[in-house]
Structures are given as C-alpha cells and as structure tokens.
Nanobody, 124 residues
Framework: QVQLVESGGGLVQAGGSLRLSCAAS????????MGWYRQAPGKQRELVAG???????NYADSVKGRFTISRDNAKNTVYLQMNSLKPEDTAVYYC??????????????????WGQGTQVTVSS
C-alpha cells in the first residue's frame, strides 16, 4: 500500500526555521497535487500550502512570505520550508497527496491520501 512518511517536525523558538519532508512510497503510478495542512488544538484543519505536479503553488495568507513548498517528483517527496516561525504556527502538520496507485490489477485514485502528522511547536 501507499505510505506517506513525514519528518522534520520539532520544537523551535520564535523566529526559527524548520524543514518538513513527506515522502510517498508504494505502487505509485502518479501523484497530482500535494500539500501541507495543519491543525491546532480546538481548531479546524486548514490548508497551509499546496503544489501541483507542474509546480504551481498556493499558500494560506498567514504563511505567505515565510513558508515555501516544493517537491521532488523523482523522489515522490514534498517539502515545506518554514522560516520566521511564530507561536501561532504551532500545530500538527499533515502531508496530503492526490495519488493514483496500483493494487496489482487496477489503478486507483485517492485524492485525499494523508500522512500521520508531525508536531511543530514554536515557543514564545
């Protein structure tokens, strides 16, 4: 089965930086859009940044100018470079991908394939 493996979360001071990585593995045929979402306690999950397979990007207003999303198609990996972190960025960050994969007989598309999440904590 397809898996999304995330890394790079942790604890940083305000103004610091983190780089999140999410690598997809398995019987992958293709990956369309990929993105990063976050969810703080008591809050709804929100889109932080998204990127298409062609490299077009979009960002939440709250992170524009501070975060950069990128991808390496050869490695089936998406990254999120987070600079000038603020305490309000504290949340569980989730990787998401639109993946078409093979089950051995058919190609199946799952537009909402999720990673397990990684905690990002920014101290005041």
């Amino acid at each position: 089965q397809v898996q999304l493996v995330e890394s790079g979360g942790g604890l940083v001071q305000a103004g610091g930086s983190l780089r999140l990585s999410c690598a997809a593995s398995g019987r992958i045929f293709s990956i369309n859009a990929m993105g990063w979402y976050r969810q703080a306690p008591g809050k709804q999950r929100e889109l932080v940044a998204g990127i298409t397979n062609g490299g077009s990007t979009n960002y939440a207003d709250s992170v524009k100018g501070r975060f950069t999303i990128s991808r390496d198609n050869a490695k089936n990996t998406v990254y999120l470079q987070m600079n000038s972190l603020k305490p309000e960025d504290t949340a569980v960050y989730y990787c998401n991908a639109d993946i078409t994969y093979s089950n051995g007989s058919y190609l199946l598309r799952r537009p909402d394939y999720w990673g397990q999440g990684t905690q990002v904590t920014v101290s005041s």
